[in-house]
Nanobody, 120 residues
Framework: QVQLVESGGGLVQAGGSLRLSCAAS????????MDWYRQAPGKQRELVAT??????TTYADSVKGRFTISRDNANTVYLQMNSLKPEDTAVYFC???????????????WGQGTQVSVSS
């Protein structure tokens, strides 16, 4: 099993910044993908950003130029969020696609979510 622990959410004024972290631990041989999703009240969960094992990143159009996804060698993924807008308010979830030491099959694991609220 893989456990994900998120941190860094909170309340910030429009134009401010927050940095989210998501640390993965447990039965991890490799992680191929790390993602950040978000879900606003009454809306579907949407993909915000992705980073691959080789460092390739992709972003939703709504956050390009404002958010940066990164990862370290200790299985932690970050989301630096700058120039935040009220429409960025949502619960943010990390997801990793990991392979364990005892299997060749990869599985997706989700974090518990962290609230980001941006006031106008």
């Amino acid at each position: 099993q893989v456990q994900l622990v998120e941190s860094g959410g909170g309340l910030v004024q429009a134009g401010g910044s927050l940095r989210l972290s998501c640390a993965a631990s447990g039965n991890i041989f490799s992680i191929s993908l790390m993602d950040w999703y978000r879900q606003a009240p009454g809306k579907q969960r949407e993909l915000v950003a992705t980073i691959t094992s080789t460092g390739t990143t992709t972003y939703a159009d709504s956050v390009k130029g404002r958010f940066t996804i990164s990862r370290d060698n200790a299985n932690t993924v970050y989301l630096q969020m700058n120039s935040l807008k009220p429409e960025d308010t949502a619960v943010y979830f990390c997801k990793v696609r990991a392979t364990g030491w005892d299997t060749s099959v990869s599985s997706d694991y989700w974090g518990q979510g962290t609230q980001v609220s941006v006031s106008s």
